[in-house]
Structure formats: C-alpha cells, structure tokens
C-alpha cells in the first residue's frame, strides 16, 4: 500500500493520530469512515476536508464509509458548543439525511463494484431497534463514567457559565462509540477519521470496540485532521453572506469560485495543498511562480479553479469564469446574456439600478433619455451628450453613439439592460 498518512502530513491534514494507525494502512486496505451531522440539508466548505479524505482513502487502495447521523442528529454533538443545539423534528432530519446523501454521492461512487468501492450509510438504519434496556445494559455497561468525563467536550461544557450538559447530549460520545463498533462488526472497518474536535468522541468509539471484542478482533484507530483557520485567526469558511456551501442553489458557483480567488496569499498555500489533489511538484512550482509575480494570483487561480471543477464541474467552472470577466475583462454582449439571473444579480451586486417600464423599451427609448430622465445615471443630457461623444458609454458591454435607441432586443434573461460610463462605472436598468 502507498502510504497514505505521509501523504496527508505533508498536506497538513494530520492532527491526532493513534499508535498503529500508519502501519495498519501500510498493510492492507482498511475500511475507515468518517460520520457528517445533518444540521442542514447541504454541506459547506467547512465538509469539504472530511470529503477530501474519504476520496483520499479511496485513491490509496482503502475502502471509504461516509456515515450519515440519522441518529446521532436527533441528540446533537457537544463537541465545540457552549449550549445545547435545538432538536430537530424528524421530518426536518429525513430531508437533510437526503440531502447530504446527495451532496455526498457527487464525490464518491456509491455504485461502485470494486473490492474498495465507497460505502453510504445511515445509523438511523441499526439506532432504531436497539431499545434504551440493551443500550445501557451491552453498551453503557463498557464505560466508565470517569472515561466519559475527562472528554474536553465535556469538560468544557461542565466547567462553563452556560446551562451544563444534558444526559441526553453526555451520551452522545456513547452512541458515536456504539456507530463505530457496529461499522466494525459488520463491515469490519478499523478505523474512524474526522476533525480535531471529534478525537474525544473518536477515542471512545476505539475504546468501545477494544471492550467489546478480545484479540485480533480488537483492533481500532484513530486519526483526526486539523480545524481549518485563516492566516488571521478568523474562522474558515465564511463569507459576508454566511456559510459557504457545496450546493449551487445555496451558494452560486460565481460566489463559490469568487471565495477560493479571494483568499489571501498566505491562506492560498495552506489550502491548495489541503484542497486540491496536485502533488507537491505542481504545487511547489505554483508558490515559486506567485512568489515572483503575486499581482497575477496564480495560486489563488489555480486553487478556484481546483475546487470549482471538483465540487461543481469543468463547464461550471467556466461559466463561473466567463461571469468574473464580465466585471474584470473583456466580456462581450453574447457572454452577459448567457449569465442567468442569479448569478447576474451576484456579478452586479451593489450597483447602482432603476426601473424602466417594459411598454417604454418595447416603443424603444432614445440613450440620451435613458441616461438621464430614466435612470439618473447621469445629471443632465448634456453630460450624457458629452460621455457619448467621448465613445464611454457602453450598452451591455458594446459601445454606442448619440443615435442608438434601446429596445427589448437589447433585454439579457429579458429583464435587465447593463449601462457603463467609462470602465468602472456600472448602471442596471431593470424592466418591470
């Protein structure tokens, strides 16, 4: 076997790691999971390192679980929290089960045949016939109190100023525990692999699985990746619209793109290493070519465009492209009118528009009128008169004269017209 965990520590995805664990996956292919919580119906970038290991795994010859928490979100992990979360109702979970489902499914082939083919599960599926009896009696019994205890998420939680703990969140690193040892029974999986965070629910799961089992049958790992932060200590993830998801219908591919060409220098040769698959050849090659001309962002070009194909695709990576130039490069009328409304609207957020009645564009409405009377884009006609006589007035991207009269052939997505003083100065007209 390829040596996998050398592989994530020179990508800096190791952050805890059991005794045993770097041999186990020297020796043969190993089934690992890793389990996401359905707090919501998608996944967001802060998901992504946990996906990136699981088609790690499957890249080095081993045998991926994703485990979705039917189960485990009806609790709610502790781990991190100063309070407890607020439950959700089950129909509420049943539809971020399903959706998580399919966020997972674009990155790992759940119809696999292959002897490592990826494996999606739910702990609802084996939770919900164990009755709370067997639970405390087989399980709880493994356990000590004192073991439960000395957890950080629990001490934390105890030692806090907030409201404590919950019996119902203390057993959550039990039922954690009880996945792993089920994954181990039936699917004889060695080892689980999640956040930093999740080391103290992860322990338990091995302690679990050694106290239920004798010898060989015995044997569980550990290992856990780093908590992602920016260079500024800031939390990873964000944007000034919130979380930045997996899904196009929560975060448009344009945002999503716009967030990794953002990043800033030093954050950009963290993460191309951590998101990306390029070796370190390429990658070295990339920090050596930023360092000579960082104006050019080459690193956080490479790094969106990295990202973007593997979490959306090559053809919405350049759409999301084509969007981008339209502010920033040479766009043409045919490239705005191919953005859909959405990512129109993202592309010209914050700038300045007006409405324009749909029987004023269909008679057709001279420029002068339009940069003036109609929008305000200019205070006068004559300052119209003069830009237009000066060739820096643009209509969707091409340039027009004293003559040009708007119409509805000039509509993109057939409601928005797109006027430019100059290059920067940007103007929406929307038809109602």
């Known amino acids: 076997m390829k040596n996998l965990v050398e592989e994530l520590q020179w990508r800096g995805l190791v952050h805890d790691i059991m005794p045993g664990t ?21 996944l967001h970038i802060g998901s992504l390192v946990p996906i990136i290991l699981l088609v790690h795994l499957k890249n080095f010859g081993h ?18 929290k100063s309070d407890e979360r607020n439950l959700l109702d089950e129909a509420t979970l049943r ?3 399903e959706g998580i489902k399919g966020v997972l499914s674009r990155f790992l082939d759940f119809k696999d045949t292959s002897v490592n083919a990826p494996v999606l599960v739910n702990n609802y599926d ?9 639970f405390a009696r087989d399980v709880g019994k493994r356990i000590t109190v004192n073991y439960m205890m000395a957890k950080d998420s629990v001490k934390k939680r105890l030692s806090g100023e907030g409201e404590g703990m919950s019996f119902t969140e203390f057993t959550y690193q039990l039922i954690q525990g009880y996945d792993f040892y089920h994954l181990h ?6 080892l689980q692999m999640g956040g930093s965070d999740q080391w103290g629910n992860i322990t338990t799961g091995t302690e679990l699985v050694r106290r239920m089992n004798v010898g060989e049958e015995a044997k569980a790992f550990a290992m856990t990746c780093p908590l992602i932060t920016k260079a500024d200590g800031s939390k990873f993830g964000k944007s000034e619209g919130g979380n930045v998801w997996l899904t196009a219908d929560k975060t448009s591919v344009y945002k999503f793109y716009q967030f990794w060409l953002n990043t800033t220098d030093v954050d950009a040769e ?12 390429t990658i070295d090659a990339l920090i050596e070519e930023h360092k000579v001309a960082p104006h050019l962002r080459v690193l956080q070009r490479r790094l969106a465009e990295e990202i973007t194909v593997f979490v959306h695709s090559k053809e919405e990576l350049e759409k999301a492209i084509k969007a981008s130039n339209i502010l920033f490069g040479n766009a043409s009328a045919d490239d705005l009118k191919q953005l859909d409304e959405t990512t129109f609207l993202e592309v010209f957020d914050g700038v300045p528009q007006a409405e324009i009645s749909r029987a004023d564009i269909e008679a057709g409405i001279d420029i002068v009128s339009v940069l003036n009377e109609k929008t305000g884009f200019f205070k006068s006609n004559g300052e119209a008169r003069r830009a237009l006589t000066a060739n820096s007035i643009s209509v969707n991207k091409e340039k027009v004269n004293e003559t040009f009269v708007l119409s509805d052939k000039d509509l993109i997505n057939n409601q928005f017209v797109l006027l430019q003083s100059g290059k920067k100065n940007y103007f929406v007209i929307r038809v109602v």
């Not at 045998?63 to 991190?80: E, F, H, N």
């Not at 084996?126 to 067997?134: D, H, P, Q």
């Not at 029974?185 to 060695?190: A, F, R, S, T």
């Open 22 to 42: 770097e041999e186990q996956l020297l020796k043969e292919m190993t089934t690992t999971y890793i389990g996401f919580d359905p707090t919501s119906d998608s």
């Open 95 to 97: 539809n971020n089960v």
């Open 185 to 190: 029974k039936e699917y004889n999986c060695l």
């Open 270 to 281: 963290k993460y191309i290493k951590i998101f990306t698959f390029l070796d370190a050849a």
């Open 126 to 134: 084996w939770m919900k016939e164990l009755s709370f009896i067997n």
């Open 63 to 80: 045998k991926p679980i994703a485990l979705v928490g039917g189960a485990t979100g009806m609790i709610g992990d502790p781990s991190g």
